[in-house]
């Protein structure tokens, strides 16, 4: 598993670029929200770290994950964000819903990436059981949304340069 080899957390702050100038929108799921409110407050706090603004921050709630695609790609004509995060957490229970979630969820984000002209950021979770979220949300393997934070810059910055 990466995240056993690679903690989320951790990188390399001398390869992110600086994001003062730049906009960004986190689209957060309320399922399961004391793990996406814990994978939202790594993202903005590491979004700020690196220089974005409070202000140049805005953070948009959906039900669910499965929502995350609908409102990524409206929060984009409001506010021209330079990259748009998607947080969520999908953990597998006894029925094939994880399969159907997780699946269109992920074929949402690829098809606002392959269409758009900006990055959308894939940070959603999906575990076995609660505890692997818990891992990952702040846990022992570090937190999604700090991964997703510096992903979001690192693509803003591409995004800016080549268009």
């Known amino acids: 598993m990466a995240t ?3 903690n989320l ?3 390399n702050p001398e390869t992110v670029p600086d994001a003062s100038d730049m906009r960004f929108a986190i689209v957060v799921s309320e399922w399961n929200s004391e793990i996406t409110g814990k994978l939202k ?3 903005y706090n590491t979004l700020c770290k690196h220089g974005t603004k409070p202000e140049n921050i805005t953070v948009v709630y959906v039900p669910g994950s499965f929502e995350l695609v ?17 947080l969520g957490c999908v953990i597998r229970g006894e029925t094939p819903h994880f399969d159907y979630v997780c699946a269109g969820v992920t074929q949402g984000f690829s098809a606002l990436n392959a269409d758009g002209d900006i990055p959308y950021i894939f940070g959603l979770l999906t575990t076995n059981n609660r505890q692997q979220a818990i891992d990952r949300a ?3 393997h570090g937190n999604k949304g700090d991964e997703c934070a510096v992903t979001a810059i690192k693509m803003a910055a591409i995004a800016c340069k080549f268009k």
């Not at 409102?71 to 021209?80: E, H, L, P, S």
Request: glycine share 18%; proline share 3%; aromatic share 6%.
């Open 4 to 6: 056993e080899l690679q």
């Open 41 to 43: 407050d790594g993202a």
């Open 138 to 140: 702040g846990g022992k």
């Open 9 to 11: 957390s951790v990188y």
């Open 70 to 86: 609908y409102a990524a790609k409206r929060v984009v004509g409001n506010i021209r964000p330079h990259a748009v995060i998607g």
